[in-house]
């Protein structure tokens, strides 16, 4: 026996009217009698659908520009009437109330818009009351009610007309669509109206996750995995132009080499392997960045994440295409850039169009998550005019242009963090240690012969000597760091002593996880 509940009489309102006449005609066709608010109930009319409006059922005029219209015991009765208990139907007999066996209702377009910089007063006329109240009402009631709440839902509305209405799986379905949709809506208003009590960080926020892609697997084979949008927008809304379907180091990889990319405003590539940069480079153009990129440790690029904050060139490509790379992600590909790196099956090719970062960062901690500003390398300290020069002789305008670079790009490296620089380009990267002496002489081995000259930057100041030591004695003629350690005056004693520049800013740039 089936099960699928027919459909005899229709509740429409609707803000977005994209298929409203192909609907209305469909219902008409099938005998099922349409009742509409104002324009919907116009928009029906003038397509030859016979549709009564809410004010005839209900007696009561529509007022205050349409606020109040359907909200109305009569409109909520023949809602929320369960039409499989004796008391509710003989309670509506008896008042003359008519059940509803369907409501297809949209909501004003709040996050649209709030996009769009509307005003305070504006923003708030698109709250909608009377729609999230009948569309939790229906889907409270699909037992007897079927309810539409998006217009991507009609192909399957009109397949439900046809087979005699919807079955209970089905109600149950778009009820439970109703709930997540009039959710992410309340959630939108409130995080807009926190916004808006002028603090940084919210008191209360809240986000709506939606499944994208089940993924192969998590970090390792053995966990599972999905990727979900809903935060800020960023790479979960990229296209993938070619290659393997991503995964979720994949994932983690690009977002760390996109940031990494967009932390400056010259052509910029960063080169990333297990969230840490192998390279990063400024360049005339983004070939010449790429390049110089992979020169600071072409074996640890082996099988790296690449960002570019500049559409690939086809000069660049040709050089990636050279080498084993598992992501590449840009704003953008020449054309012939596209068709020299679709030639490669491993490589996944992706595409992002958005290259400006959230001010808020949101991390997971077990029972919560932690909310922080962005680190946007925007701090007073971060410029080099404010900088104070606290050893050795002023540096040159080149050289202080690499130290600015080295300042910028350290921010990407997991701390304890050293970075040596030349010529635009990262030289050595000393990533992750458990104390700064570590990360010194990695960044230092990994440079070899190319830290004479180089300069370091240095992501927290130095607690000891030491670490500034391990960079002098290889030849490192500036430094960078934040300063600030109860010991530096020995530190700038070390830096005198050796004759190099050392500069402190005051501001740090420590990446924990």
Same mark, same amino acid.
């Given at each position: 026996?089936?099960?699928?509940?027919?459909?005899?009489?229709?509740?429409?309102?609707?803000?977005?009217?994209?298929?409203?006449?192909? !609907?209305?005609?469909?219902?008409? @066709? @099938?005998?099922?009698?349409?009742?509409?608010?104002?324009?919907?109930?116009?928009?029906?009319?003038?397509?030859?659908?016979?549709?009564?409006?809410?004010?005839?059922?209900?007696?009561?005029?529509?007022?205050?520009?349409?606020?109040?219209?359907?909200?109305?015991?009569?409109?909520?009765?023949?809602?929320?009437?369960?039409? #499989?208990?004796?008391?509710?139907? &003989?309670?509506?007999?008896?008042?003359?109330?008519?059940?509803?066996?369907?409501?297809?209702?949209?909501?004003?377009?709040?996050?649209?818009?709030?996009?769009?910089?509307? &005003?305070?007063?504006?923003?708030?006329?698109?709250? %909608?009351?009377?729609?999230? =109240?009948?569309? /939790?009402?229906?889907? +409270? #009631?699909?037992?007897?009610?079927?309810?539409?709440?998006?217009?991507?839902?009609? %192909?399957?509305?009109?397949?439900?007309?046809?087979?005699?209405?919807?079955?209970?799986?089905?109600?149950?379905?778009?009820?439970?669509?109703?709930?997540?949709?009039?959710?992410?809506?309340?959630?939108?208003?409130?995080?807009?109206?926190?916004?808006?009590?002028?603090?940084?960080?919210?008191?209360?926020?809240?986000?709506?996750?939606?499944?994208?892609?089940?993924?192969?697997?998590?970090?390792?084979?053995?966990?599972?995995?999905?990727?979900?949008?809903?935060?800020?927008?960023?790479?979960?809304?990229?296209?993938?132009?070619?290659?393997? $379907?991503?995964?979720?180091?994949?994932?983690?990889?690009?977002?760390?080499?996109? /940031?990494?990319?967009?932390?400056?405003?010259?052509?910029?590539?960063?080169?990333?392997?297990?969230?840490?940069?192998?390279?990063?480079?400024?360049? +005339?153009?983004?070939?010449?960045?790429?390049?110089?990129?992979?020169?600071?440790?072409?074996?640890?690029?082996?099988?790296?994440?690449?960002?570019?904050?500049?559409?690939?060139?086809?000069?660049?490509?040709?050089?990636?295409?050279?080498?084993?790379? $598992?992501?590449?992600?840009?704003?953008?590909?020449?054309?012939?850039?596209?068709? !020299?790196?679709?030639?490669?099956?491993?490589?996944?090719?992706?595409?992002?169009?958005?290259?400006?970062?959230?001010?808020?960062?949101?991390?997971?901690?077990?029972?919560?998550?932690?909310?922080?500003?962005?680190?946007? !390398?925007?701090?007073?300290?971060?410029?080099?005019?404010?900088? +104070?020069?606290? @050893?050795?002789?002023?540096?040159?305008?080149?050289?202080?242009?690499?130290?600015?670079? @080295?300042? /910028?790009?350290?921010?990407?490296?997991?701390?304890?963090?050293?970075?040596?620089?030349?010529?635009?380009?990262?030289?050595?990267?000393?990533?992750?240690?458990?104390? /700064?002496?570590?990360?010194?002489?990695?960044?230092? +081995?990994?440079?070899?012969?190319?830290?004479?000259? =180089?300069?370091?930057?240095?992501?927290?100041?130095?607690?000891?000597?030491?670490?500034?030591?391990?960079?002098?004695?290889?030849?490192?003629?500036?430094?960078? &760091?934040?300063?600030?350690?109860?010991?530096?005056?020995?530190?700038?004693?070390?830096? $005198?002593?050796?004759?190099?520049?050392?500069?402190?800013?005051?501001?740090?740039?420590?990446?924990?996880?």
């Amino acid at each position: 026996m089936s099960d699928r509940k027919k459909i005899r009489r229709a509740l429409i309102s609707v803000y977005d009217k994209s298929r409203l006449e192909e !609907i209305g005609k469909a219902l008409s @066709a @099938a005998g099922i009698q349409i009742v509409s608010t104002g324009s919907t109930a116009k928009t029906l009319a003038a397509a030859g659908v016979k549709v009564t409006e809410v004010s005839t059922v209900t007696g009561f005029p529509e007022i205050m520009g349409g606020r109040v219209k359907t909200l109305h015991p009569i409109i909520h009765s023949g809602i929320l009437a369960d039409q #499989n208990n004796p008391e509710h139907v &003989s309670a509506i007999k008896d008042l003359g109330i008519e059940a509803f066996d369907l409501v297809i209702i949209n909501l004003y377009p709040f996050a649209e818009t709030i996009a769009s910089g509307a &005003s305070f007063e504006e923003s708030i006329e698109q709250i %909608d009351i009377g729609g999230p =109240s009948m569309l /939790r009402g229906a889907a +409270k #009631n699909h037992g007897s009610v079927g309810v539409i709440c998006k217009t991507d839902q009609y %192909d399957h509305l009109i397949t439900a007309i046809a087979a005699g209405g919807f079955s209970a799986q089905e109600r149950q379905s778009l009820a439970l669509e109703v709930f997540r949709t009039t959710a992410e809506y309340d959630l939108t208003i409130a995080n807009w109206l926190g916004q808006n009590q002028n603090s940084v960080l919210p008191e209360w926020f809240g986000r709506i996750f939606k499944q994208e892609n089940i993924l192969r697997y998590g970090e390792n084979p053995h966990q599972a995995a999905a990727i979900y949008s809903g935060g800020p927008a960023g790479i979960v809304e990229s296209k993938q132009l070619h290659g393997k $379907e991503m995964s979720f180091n994949n994932y983690t990889d690009a977002d760390a080499a996109w /940031r990494a990319a967009f932390d400056h405003t010259e052509p910029c590539v960063a080169i990333i392997k297990h969230a840490n940069p192998c390279g990063i480079a400024i360049g +005339k153009d983004i070939a010449t960045a790429y390049s110089k990129a992979h020169e600071c440790d072409p074996v640890s690029a082996f099988g790296g994440v690449v960002a570019a904050n500049r559409i690939v060139s086809t000069e660049m490509a040709q050089a990636l295409s050279e080498i084993f790379t $598992e992501v590449v992600i840009a704003p953008g590909y020449e054309s012939g850039a596209l068709e !020299i790196l679709c030639q490669k099956p491993s490589i996944r090719i992706v595409q992002c169009d958005v290259t400006t970062l959230n001010a808020i960062e949101m991390r997971t901690v077990s029972g919560g998550i932690l909310l922080q500003e962005l680190d946007a !390398i925007d701090a007073p300290g971060d410029l080099p005019s404010s900088w +104070k020069l606290v @050893a050795g002789p002023r540096v040159s305008p080149e050289t202080l242009k690499d130290l600015e670079f @080295a300042w /910028r790009a350290v921010r990407a490296v997991k701390s304890n963090a050293i970075l040596l620089a030349k010529d635009g380009a990262s030289v050595g990267v000393g990533m992750g240690q458990v104390n /700064r002496v570590d990360s010194a002489e990695l960044a230092v +081995k990994r440079a070899g012969n190319r830290a004479v000259g =180089s300069v370091a930057s240095s992501d927290a100041f130095f607690p000891f000597a030491d670490g500034l030591q391990i960079l002098i004695a290889a030849g490192i003629s500036a430094v960078v &760091s934040p300063g600030g350690s109860v010991r530096d005056e020995e530190v700038i004693a070390a830096a $005198e002593q050796a004759g190099i520049s050392l500069y402190f800013t005051g501001t740090r740039h420590f990446s924990h996880a």
